[in-house]
């Protein structure tokens, strides 16, 4: 059965030094995608960053970056250079491919960046 | 305005009555998804739906029924509310399904 681990429920990190979020994922269907999105106080939820199980690369968008290591079906979250804006929580997903469209979450993380 | 929208941003009812929580997107996405959000579990997929006059059940779907008539509109409603669907409630859509975009959320509240 699908499923997401978000270890850490809460982290903090000083004004423009880097942050890895964990997660991990556990799934037996070779496609699947991994997600991360941040929920900041506001309630809304924004997507972050994508990455397909057969995706030679790790993703980066921007200052985010995914460090993707299949065997350990891991899927950290890398915040480079981290903002005051950056304080939300994060949340790592994962969906299964074959037709499916189910998608699960994990339970988040909430970062705080500290001036 | 483009984007996905959903209505009532909050809603308060009374046990028993039926809610239609809306959720329209202008983007004529494919995909649309209904989840709830819970403290202590992320959020949950409640329904979703690949095209227009197809929906399937997801992960919660007791309580919940859904339709989709149009590509843009994907109510979800509340047959007869319980203190239990006090939530808030996220519709998203997605077109590769690699990236997903949300509505801002409706806080239903189940008196």
């Known amino acids: 059965a699908q499923k997401i681990t978000q270890t850490q429920p809460g982290m903090f990190v000083q004004e423009k030094e880097a942050v890895t979020l964990d997660c991990t994922y556990d799934t037996s269907d070779p496609s699947y995608g991994l997600f991360w999105y941040k929920q900041p106080s506001s309630g809304e939820m924004i997507f972050l960053i994508y990455q397909g199980s057969y995706d030679q690369q790790n993703a980066t968008e921007g200052r985010y970056s995914l460090n993707f290591q299949k065997a350990r079906k891991s899927a950290n979250l890398v915040i480079s250079a981290s903002q005051l804006g950056d304080s939300a929580m994060y949340f790592c997903?994962?969906?299964?491919?074959?037709?499916?469209?189910?998608?699960?979450f994990g339970t988040g993380t909430r970062l705080k960046v500290l001036a | 305005d483009a984007g996905i929208t959903q209505s009532p941003r909050y809603k308060i009812t009374e046990t028993g009555r039926q809610v239609t929580l809306m959720c329209h997107q202008t983007w004529s996405h494919s995909y649309m998804f209904w989840y709830r959000q819970d403290l202590g579990h992320g959020l949950r997929l409640i329904y979703y739906s690949a095209a227009a006059d197809i929906t399937d059940k997801g992960e919660v779907p007791d309580g919940y029924v859904v339709s989709r008539s149009k590509t843009e509109n994907f109510p979800l409603t509340l047959e007869s509310a319980t203190r239990s669907q006090t939530s808030v409630y996220f519709c998203?859509?997605?077109?590769?399904?690699?990236?997903?975009?949300f509505g801002p959320g409706t806080r239903l509240t189940v008196t």
């Open positions: 997903a994962m969906r299964e491919g074959g037709g499916t469209y189910k998608y699960i």
């Open positions: 998203a859509s997605s077109e590769s399904l690699r990236v997903e975009y």
